[in-house]
């Protein structure tokens, strides 16, 4: 069923059309707030207000800006509100519950290279959490939950060339935090990461 | 997505395409490395808290009115209801306006009658018009007649709500 069909059944007053967008979104909502905001608790309780809000104001979805960008630019204003009452902070991704690399190879990559692939999972999730929010932000939308740079932008209610700007510095400076932490370009086998 | 000794790793085709400045490749590679990355998940249960919030705020109706909640359900409920009405008036009333009608059918001829033989015995405009105008007057004072027009403006009025309500569901659902 379509979100603009899941809408429309909500507005109608059916509650398994609003438990139908809350089930098929509330993952890419917490994603972006929990990327924002320090604390998995805090960020619970903003994904439950940011669907709130969203669920009050249905009658005012635009359906040309796609539900979900529309959702996840609710999603950023309330986590953005939230950190300017609480301060800047920054998530600690390695601290989350549950948190842990996926199983990526298919074949036995063996012990070395397993090793090799969590140090660099842990190293990339520490400078992620380093960085600074929007920057954050604009990285995880752009290539963990793969939306473009129009809808990056509506999202965070910034321009199109802000938003690729923010992936770029993003990506620049997560580049020079790796590189600073060990690793490189360079393929000095097996692995590429220098003893410190 | 295997990783083969002799393959060059994101991680290392990421930070070679930065040396170089080659955005494309960069952007790509950083792509494959970030999927990689777990994304935080909503704790257990997330969704049921959402919709008991939603729920105690009045944001969405609990589930009891679920079943009247559908658009095509109401609306058959709406002209069911009506439809009832409607029967139920007529297997009321309907001995009595058909009584009602027979009598204005007589009365009328009785009337004409009259009227002829009124204007042949010399009888002027204005005498007549009163007499016709006592004689409407006389037939509408009686309980039946009264009651029936109560019970007809009765009926207009619940169809008219009826109708309203139906129209503003319609506008609002297709909002």
């Known amino acids: 069923m379509s979100d603009d069909r899941l809408v429309r059944d909500a507005l109608a007053g059916q509650q398994d059309a609003y438990a139908g967008l809350l089930q098929r979104y509330e993952r890419p909502v917490f994603h972006v707030i929990a990327r924002l905001v320090r604390d998995p608790g805090v960020a619970e309780e903003l994904a439950q207000e940011t669907f709130l809000k969203a669920f009050r104001r249905l ?12 959702l996840l630019r609710i999603a950023h204003n309330t986590a953005v509100d939230a950190l300017r009452r609480r301060g800047p902070q920054t998530l600690d991704i390695e601290t989350e519950p549950g948190g842990g690399a996926r199983v990526i190879a298919s074949d036995d990559p063996g012990p070395d290279r397993q090793t090799e692939h969590r140090l660099e999972v842990r190293d990339l999730q520490a400078a992620l ?14 290539f963990q939950e793969e939306h473009t740079y129009k809808q990056i932008a509506y999202v965070m209610g910034v321009s199109e060339g802000t938003a690729k700007s923010h992936v770029h510095r993003a990506r620049v400076w997560l580049a020079h935090e790796m590189q600073t932490a060990g690793w490189s370009g360079a393929t000095n086998r097996p692995g590429s990461r220098s003893t410190k | ?36 990355l777990p994304a935080p998940t909503p704790p257990a249960g997330f969704a049921s808290r959402v919709m008991a919030a939603a729920a105690r705020d009045g944001i969405v109706r609990p589930s009891t009115h679920r079943v009247w909640s559908g658009p095509t359900v109401r609306l058959l409920a709406w002209c069911g209801g009506g439809a009832a009405a409607l029967v139920g008036t007529l297997v ?41 105008g006592r ?41």
């Open chain 2, 135 to 175: 004689a409407v007057g006389t037939s509408l004072a009686t309980p039946e007649v009264s009651a029936s027009f109560f019970v007809l403006e009765l009926v207009a009025v619940a169809a008219l709500y009826t109708l309203h309500r139906v129209l503003s569901y319609d506008k609002g659902s297709t909002r």
């Open chain 2, 1 to 36: 997505m295997g990783h083969d000794r002799n393959q060059t790793r994101p991680i290392e085709a990421w930070l070679a395409a930065e040396q170089r400045s080659d955005e494309t490749t960069a952007d790509a590679a950083l792509h494959d490395l970030i999927r990689m």
């Open chain 1, 59 to 70: 009658g005012t979805f635009d359906q040309r800006r796609g539900f979900l960008p529309w």
């Open chain 2, 92 to 132: 009321v009333l309907g001995p009595s306006l058909v009584r009602q009608v027979v009598g204005v059918l007589n009365i009328s001829v009785q009337g004409f009658v009259w009227i002829v033989r009124g204007l042949e015995g010399g009888l002027d405009t204005w005498s007549l018009m009163a007499e016709i």
């Open chain 1, 129 to 142: 959490a380093r960085l600074r929010p929007e920057y954050r932000l604009a990285l995880v939308l752009r």
